[in-house]
Nanobody, 124 residues
Framework: VQLQASGGGLVQPGGSLRLSCLVS????????IGWFRQAPGKEREGVSC????????LYVDSVKGRFTISRDNAKNTVYLHMNNLKPEDTAVYYC??????????????????WGQGTLVTVSS
């Protein structure tokens, strides 16, 4: 089981980024995938989760309306589209899975499997 996040970078407040999570060793359609982040000096924070069975999505309140999680099963990739980015979104972003069909919650930040993260910096 492998997950690798990419797509981070430096963006101005109000800007957008799309993160990608390439997975291998399991089937997206049968496994929930979550995104979580960790800012410097802070604890991990769950951001969003996508259920494996029906692709339904969950978000924490701080990103609702700004972030969208989606997947492309053919490419074994889950995306996190981030719009209207704020300085408080600055963090290393990770994708993870527990190899279960359903998400526990969008706020979940403890996964059995996760990969190298990607740094998002929101600054003017």
């Amino acid at each position: 089981v492998q997950l690798q996040a990419s797509g981070g970078g430096l963006v101005q407040p109000g800007g957008s980024l799309r993160l990608s999570c390439l997975v291998s060793g399991f089937t997206l359609g049968y496994n929930a995938i979550g995104w979580f982040r960790q800012a410097p000096g802070k604890e991990r924070e769950g951001v969003s989760c996508l259920n494996g069975s029906d692709g339904s999505t969950l978000y924490v309140d701080s990103v609702k309306g700004r972030f969208t999680i989606s997947r492309d099963n053919a490419k074994n990739t889950v995306y996190l589209h981030m719009n209207n980015l704020k300085p408080e979104d600055t963090a290393v972003y990770y994708c993870g899975t527990d190899r279960r069909l359903w998400c526990d919650s969008a706020a979940d930040s403890e996964y059995d499997y996760w990969g190298q993260g990607t740094l998002v910096t929101v600054s003017s």
